[in-house]
Antibody, heavy 116, light 107 residues
């Protein structure tokens, strides 16, 4: 069945960087737009980025533009998110999801904690 | 940016009752590009409804989405124990944004 598995989360110091990965299986990854959505502890969902199926166009939430880079490798069925200049408020679970406007398939999430 | 405001913040109901959740947009959502999600504690969200009124694969028919323009509603008929969760609306007309969520709790 269709599955997404995120990895790469952990504890990072303020100002640091992190690269998250999302590996897809069970569906034609290369045919799907993909997105990253995050959820701070006890808070709601926040869409942060998506990328077109061919990887040629990227979109970012205004609040995070300039600190994020989304990318994908369709040969490896993988999606990535580079986050720079991490701040305490970036502490959250980061989910990847298929994106055709609505987010249909979700991963289980990877936790990022920004703390000194 | 389209801002989505969900109400109420919390809904306290008993199993078997009907839940009515509201999602209001700051501007009209074209083509009814609005989705609803359910999130149970410790789990990833699950797509329930897309295009305002279409149930996603495998979603029971007690979940009904309705509305257009700026006002949308998710109705859950005959609440089951597993329906007590947090529900989010999301628009995909202009970029993507989520509402702040409505928690449906057991009374």
């Amino acid at each position: 069945q269709a599955q997404l598995v995120e990895s790469g989360g952990g504890v990072v110091k303020p100002g640091g960087s992190l690269r998250l990965s999302c590996e897809a299986s069970g569906f034609n990854f290369k045919d799907y737009y993909m997105a990253w959505i995050r959820q701070a502890p006890g808070k709601g969902l926040e869409w942060i980025s998506y990328i077109t199926s061919g990887g040629t166009i990227e979109y970012y939430a205004d609040s995070l533009k300039g600190r994020l880079t989304i990318s994908r490798d369709n040969a490896k069925n993988s999606l990535y998110l580079q986050i720079n200049s991490l701040r305490a408020e970036d502490t959250a679970i980061y989910y990847c999801a298929t994106d055709w406007g609505a987010f249909e398939i979700w991963g289980q999430g990877t936790m990022v904690t920004v703390s000194s | 940016e389209i801002v989505l405001t969900q109400s109420p913040g919390t809904l306290s109901l008993s199993p078997g009752e009907r839940a009515t959740l509201s999602c209001r947009a700051s501007q009209s959502v074209s083509n009814n590009y609005l989705a609803w999600y359910q999130q149970r504690p410790g789990l990833a969200p699950r797509l329930l409804i897309y295009s305002a009124s279409n149930r996603a694969t495998g979603i029971p028919d007690r979940f009904t989405g309705s509305g257009s323009g700026t006002d949308f509603t998710l109705t859950i008929n005959r609440l089951e124990p597993e329906d007590f969760a947090v529900y989010y609306c999301q628009q995909y007309d202009y970029s993507r944004t989520f509402g702040q969520g409505t928690k449906v709790e057991i009374k």
